[in-house]
Structures are given as C-alpha cells and as structure tokens.
C-alpha cells in the first residue's frame, strides 16, 4: 500500500503559527509520527511540501501510477487552487483531505470560506492537529483494504 501525503502552502513554518489549542509541532515532527505509523502499518509513503500551486499540481502527476491514495493538507490553498483539486479529480485516485486546525478554534483563513477539496475528498479531518494525518491513515489504509479485498 502506498500513500503520498501533500503539505502545502506555508506549513514548513508550523512552529511560527500563533495557534492556543494546538502543541506546536514542526513539519519534520509532524513527518517523523507519519513515517512511524507507516512503518509499523507496513504502508509505503511518500511526504511533499510546497509553497508552489504547479509543483504541487506537477507532484500530483508524477505520482498517479505510484500512490493508492493521497492525503493532501492544501494549507492557503484550500479555498482557491482549482489547479490542484483538478489534478486530485483527473487521476481518479482517492484522498483525503487534512487540516491542522478547526476554523471554529483558529480562523487561518481570514476570508472565511470552506475548502473547495472537502466536497470531492473521500473524507475530510480537521482539528487534530498532526495527529490528522494518522487518522486520515487509518481511514486510507482501511479504505483500500475494504476495495481491494
């Protein structure tokens, strides 16, 4: 089983967000819990981070024949990047969308709207903090056990 997990916009400066619910963890912390849940799950993954709508949009293609799911935390992008969520629909792949912080705790994002991934998305997690990203895991590595057989 593989599964490519894609941080995006502004999440390399986790530690630098002023969030009063969350443990402030870095990127790398948050990477090390992935790769540990991964290993001990015998699931192979693939971890991407990008300021860059395209170099997501691009990482999204190169790995189409590689990944049995995504689990994509669009970051500022959530609300914006059709680009994205068109690359996510093309290849037909499932995924699941994270993010970090409930928007009824922490208004990240100050134009208040929702994410234009949640609708398409084979689930949605968000609140958790880094921990999102092992549950998003857990429901991907059940999900495609369930299709697969």
């Avoid at 490519?4 to 390399?12: A, C, F, V």
């Avoid at 192979?44 to 689990?71: M, P, T, Y």
């Avoid at 914006?80 to 792949?93: E, G, V």
Wanted: proline share 1%; hydrophobic share 40%; glycine share 6%.
């Amino acid at each position: 089983m593989k599964i490519s997990i894609i941080h995006g916009s502004n999440l390399s400066l986790l530690t630098d967000f002023s969030v009063q619910y969350y443990k402030k963890e870095s990127l790398n912390q948050i990477n090390q819990h992935i790769e540990e849940f991964s290993i001990a799950n015998s699931v192979e993954v693939d971890l991407f981070q990008s300021n860059d709508e395209g170099n997501i949009v691009n990482h999204i293609h190169q790995k189409k024949h590689w990944a049995d799911a995504f689990i994509i935390n669009p970051g500022s992008f959530k609300t914006t990047s059709i680009s994205i969520l068109n690359a996510l629909q093309i290849i037909r792949i499932p995924y699941v969308e994270v993010s970090l912080y409930s928007d009824s705790f922490c208004n990240l994002n100050h134009n208040n709207r929702s994410s234009i991934f949640t609708q398409h998305a084979l689930a949605s997690i968000s609140g958790f903090g880094g921990y999102g990203y092992i549950l998003a895991m857990q429901g991907v590595i059940q999900y495609l056990k369930e299709i697969q057989g």
